[in-house]
């Protein structure tokens, strides 16, 4: 039996979604990527886009894919986590994608159709205004299937960015303290510490980022009206929120600058790059 709606869960089996007796009080966990979002007017043209989107998914692949699918998730975490990356309508067929996956870890992993805005939208429209809505169906949809569900925690990832081994684990440990627990809709989270990573010369560079977009932020489901971390752009959520550095004595990312980026065209201006080889310690 195949779950049918809404339609992003049309093809994840019922075993994954179905609430069992060890399911109370379990939280949701919604990893976020916008992956190829229509808001560049540098990828208008179809076949550069084409071109971008075919490098930019092989990259993930080889390292955001695998740092997510190497999390390990332990036995006394009673959260289901969600995986999605956003895309714009049409893109899942244009370049054969699956709906969704269960990855090894039990994190399930689904692509995301974005409908593509008429005439010219604001600034953060789809990233600010889109992907809250998008991810408030989900919760919707979730919380019908899961009665006792009290929380979920979104968390920003980009598609060219790596992540530690531990950085899921790290997250719910702060996210299940009971000063969170009791006031969940007070906290924006971020991990400051991080590196730059430069493919052009192969260096990395220490990187200490206020106001990072590495963040993630519990809300409690009672209360409605999901905001999610993507309610403001990154650097303007301490305009209205209170931001709580996540303080780590190593990287709990690598930004990767100088493949093409639009955004991140720039070394880190933090502390001089140390030479390095590779990135295989990110999924170990």
């Given at each position: 039996?195949?779950?049918?709606?809404?339609?992003?869960?049309?093809?994840?089996?019922?075993?994954?979604?179905?609430?069992?007796?060890?399911?109370?009080?379990?939280?949701?966990?919604?990893?976020?990527?916008?992956?190829?979002?229509?808001?560049?007017?540098?990828?208008?043209?179809?076949?550069?886009?084409?071109?971008?989107?075919?490098?930019?998914?092989?990259?993930?692949?080889?390292?955001?894919?695998?740092?997510?699918?190497?999390?390990?998730?332990?036995?006394?975490?009673?959260?289901?986590?969600?995986?999605?990356?956003?895309?714009?309508?049409?893109?899942?067929?244009?370049?054969?994608?699956?709906?969704?996956?269960?990855?090894?870890?039990?994190?399930?992993?689904?692509?995301?159709?974005?409908?593509?805005?008429?005439?010219?939208?604001?600034?953060?429209?789809?990233?600010?205004?889109?992907?809250?809505?998008?991810?408030?169906?989900?919760?919707?949809?979730?919380?019908?299937?899961?009665?006792?569900?009290?929380?979920?925690?979104?968390?920003?990832?980009?598609?060219?960015?790596?992540?530690?081994?531990d950085y899921l684990k790290i997250c719910n440990f702060v996210l299940s303290h009971p000063l969170v627990c009791r006031r969940p809709n007070d906290y924006v989270f971020y991990f400051p510490n991080g590196l730059n990573f430069d493919l052009r010369v192969n260096s990395y560079s220490p990187y200490i980022w206020p106001e990072s977009p590495f963040m993630f932020r519990k809300e409690s489901i009672s209360l409605g009206n999901i905001k999610t971390i993507w309610e403001y752009?990154?650097?303007?959520?301490?305009?209205?929120?209170?931001?709580?550095?996540?303080?780590?004595?190593?990287?709990?990312?690598?930004?990767?600058?100088?493949?093409?980026?639009?955004?991140?065209?720039?070394?880190?201006?933090?502390?001089?790059?140390?030479?390095?080889?590779?990135?295989?310690?990110?999924?170990?």
């Amino acid at each position: 039996m195949l779950i049918s709606s809404p339609p992003h869960f049309s093809n994840i089996h019922s075993h994954y979604i179905q609430p069992s007796p060890s399911d109370r009080n379990k939280e949701l966990v919604i990893i976020t990527t916008p992956f190829a979002l229509p808001f560049s007017s540098s990828l208008a043209n179809l076949h550069k886009r084409d071109i971008w989107f075919k490098y930019r998914y092989k990259f993930m692949m080889t390292h955001l894919f695998k740092n997510i699918s190497s999390q390990t998730i332990h036995s006394s975490d009673n959260s289901l986590y969600l995986w999605l990356l956003f895309v714009s309508h049409g893109d899942r067929h244009r370049f054969n994608l699956p709906k969704s996956q269960v990855l090894a870890n039990g994190i399930i992993l689904m692509w995301i159709e974005i409908p593509i805005a008429n005439g010219s939208p604001p600034n953060n429209y789809y990233l600010n205004k889109c992907l809250p809505l998008e991810i408030s169906s989900i919760v919707r949809y979730m919380s019908s299937k899961f009665p006792d569900l009290k929380y979920i925690s979104t968390m920003r990832i980009d598609s060219d960015d790596c992540i530690r081994y531990d950085y899921l684990k790290i997250c719910n440990f702060v996210l299940s303290h009971p000063l969170v627990c009791r006031r969940p809709n007070d906290y924006v989270f971020y991990f400051p510490n991080g590196l730059n990573f430069d493919l052009r010369v192969n260096s990395y560079s220490p990187y200490i980022w206020p106001e990072s977009p590495f963040m993630f932020r519990k809300e409690s489901i009672s209360l409605g009206n999901i905001k999610t971390i993507w309610e403001y752009p990154h650097d303007q959520i301490s305009l209205t929120k209170s931001l709580s550095p996540v303080i780590s004595t190593q990287a709990m990312w690598c930004l990767n600058v100088g493949h093409g980026n639009l955004a991140n065209s720039n070394l880190s201006y933090i502390v001089p790059p140390i030479s390095t080889t590779s990135l295989s310690f990110w999924s170990t």
